[in-house]
């Protein structure tokens, strides 16, 4: 059975509190069956396709559970494929924006490493304060509202008074942001999502690029009246 938002919300709101790898991978698992329907054996890659490829655990037990149903975590930005991740470099690059405008990498330190991130090839990777489930948590999620749900609104300059608006109706992920270009933060609750990015400051007050979504409308309708004509998309 698919979860639904009452159970994806209490399973979400754990991040709040210490969790184990296998716990944030439970929590991963609950957002991609939302989202994407039960996951099926036929959906992993074989133990055997993954025996002569070193990656850490956290994205192993990724690509086993759920490793050809590629649309959950590509679409906007890019997991690669595990054969062409190459672990001779430390970090190693493991997933990058569709333009390769920000990349990420990660270690074998552990089964559920730090995740860094960088903008050129030619500058330094910088160490951003996640795990490697985490982010993937965080891709998922970011991946579904931009390119899987089928409400929502978009719009690439919001003051952030108005953000606020938005914020006191869905939670936001208890969770570090990205540090992408520039901090990306994730919200989620009563079955309406939200992504909010930094998109610089006009007389002293920030803006930001902000993406609504949500597999149904209902949930959304709540946030109708926040919503001018000066945006750029609404399917609501």
Do not use: M
């Given at each position: 059975m698919n979860p639904n938002s009452n159970i994806l919300d209490k399973q979400l709101a754990r991040l709040a509190d210490e969790t184990t790898f296998e716990e944030r991978f439970e929590i991963l698992k609950t957002l991609v069956e939302y989202w994407h329907?039960?996951?099926?054996?036929?959906?992993?890659?074989?133990?055997?396709?993954?025996?002569?490829i070193t990656i850490p655990t956290a994205l192993k037990k990724w690509f086993l559970w759920a490793g050809k149903r590629k649309n959950i975590m590509?679409?906007?930005n890019f997991l690669l494929d595990p054969?062409?991740?190459?672990?001779?470099?430390?970090?190693?690059?493991?997933?990058?924006?569709?333009?390769?405008?920000?990349?990420?990498?990660?270690?074998?330190?552990?089964?559920?490493?730090?995740?860094?991130?960088?903008?050129?090839?030619?500058?330094?990777?910088?160490l951003q304060n996640?795990?490697?489930?985490?982010?993937?948590?965080?891709?998922?999620?970011?991946?579904?509202?931009?390119?899987?749900?089928?409400?929502?609104?978009?719009?690439?300059?919001?003051?952030?008074?108005?953000?606020?608006a938005f914020k006191q109706q869905?939670?936001?992920?208890?969770?570090?942001?990205?540090?992408?270009?520039?901090?990306?933060r994730l919200f989620a609750g009563g079955g309406r999502f939200m992504c909010t990015m930094?998109?610089?400051?006009d007389d002293g007050?920030?803006?930001?690029?902000?993406?609504?979504?949500?597999k149904t409308e209902e949930p959304l309708q709540s946030l109708k009246p926040l919503i001018s004509g000066n945006w750029e998309y609404s399917s609501l």
């Open positions: 329907g039960e996951i099926q054996s036929e959906d992993g890659i074989t133990e055997n396709q993954l025996s002569n590509s679409g906007q054969q062409v991740i190459d672990t001779s470099r430390n970090p190693f690059l493991f997933y990058h924006e569709n333009q390769y405008s920000y990349q990420w990498a990660t270690t074998l330190e552990s089964e559920d490493p730090l995740v860094y991130g960088r903008v050129e090839e030619s500058e330094p990777w910088l996640l795990r490697l489930s985490e982010h993937l948590i965080l891709t998922c999620l970011f991946e579904a509202i931009l390119c899987h749900a089928k409400f929502g609104a978009a719009t690439a300059w919001l003051a952030e008074t108005e953000v606020d869905i939670p936001a992920l208890a969770l570090p942001p990205w540090t992408w270009l520039t901090e990306t930094e998109n610089g400051e007050l920030a803006y930001y690029s902000v993406w609504l979504g949500a």
